[in-house]
């Protein structure tokens, strides 16, 4: 069974960091495009970043450029993304994705706010 | 950046009866491998999206064949049969043949 589960989501003030996380098991994770997918409370989705399967491409939204940093650790079957120079505009459920959008994780919650 | 328009962006369906969702992108979704990356997603209340259509018509696994996705060019549509109560949900299409990737603004399908 595919399964993806976030972790690291939080209330963080704007200008602030957060480490997101996601566990992968179930699939060949070294082979998978991974992404980070937000969606802010009571709207729609917006594709955020991915990576390839030996990262050497992570396109960006531009929005997120220079502020969120995409990685992942091939032997722990974990995506990351870095969030520095959080804003408030950044609030919102953040989502793991395997490919494109084959499998979703259950979302973790950031909210930016002083 | 490719701008897909759903329409309608709500759609009251009585059980039984069908429902049709249209995505209008603002540019040809023909990838350079040919192929059109465009899918169609399912999100209930409370629940992460679950992917119902890739590449235009072709159904994930689990998914009922009451839903069904065609179109070609920049016209694509999302088909339920017959509307079942659990269909109650919001639907969105997606394309990923351009970067960034985009969604429509979602359409929600309310049982009468």
């Known amino acids: 069974e595919v399964q993806l589960v976030e972790s690291g989501g939080g209330l963080v003030q704007p200008g602030g960091s957060l480490r997101l996380s996601c566990a992968a098991s179930g699939f060949a994770f070294s082979n998978s495009w991974m992404s980070w997918v937000r969606q802010p409370p009571g709207k729609g989705l917006e594709w955020v970043a991915m990576?390839?399967?030996?990262?050497?491409?992570?396109p960006q939204i531009d929005s997120v450029k220079g502020r969120f940093t995409i990685s992942r650790d091939t032997a722990r079957n974990s995506l990351n993304l870095q969030m520095d120079s959080l804003r408030v505009e950044d609030t919102a459920v953040y989502y793991c994705?395997?490919?494109?959008?084959?499998?979703w994780g259950q979302g973790t919650l950031v909210i930016v706010s002083s | 950046d490719v701008v897909l328009v759903q329409s309608p962006l709500s759609l009251p369906v009585t059980l039984g009866q069908p429902a049709s969702i249209s995505c209008r992108a603002s540019?040809?979704?023909?990838?350079?491998?040919?192929?059109?990356?465009l899918s169609w997603f399912q999100q209930r209340p409370g629940q992460s999206p679950r992917r119902l259509i890739y590449k235009v018509y072709n159904r994930d696994s689990g998914v009922p064949d009451r839903f069904s996705g065609g179109g070609s060019g920049t016209d694509f549509t999302l088909q339920i049969s017959r509307v079942e109560a659990e269909d109650a949900a919001v639907y969105y299409c997606?394309?990923?043949?351009?970067?960034?990737?985009?969604f429509g603004q979602g359409t929600k399908v309310e049982i009468k």
């Open positions: 540019q040809s979704l023909t990838y350079s491998d040919g192929n059109i990356y």
């Open positions: 994705v395997r490919d494109g959008g084959r499998s």
């Open positions: 990576m390839n399967p030996d990262g050497s491409e992570k």
């Open positions: 997606m394309q990923h043949s351009h970067w960034p990737h985009t």
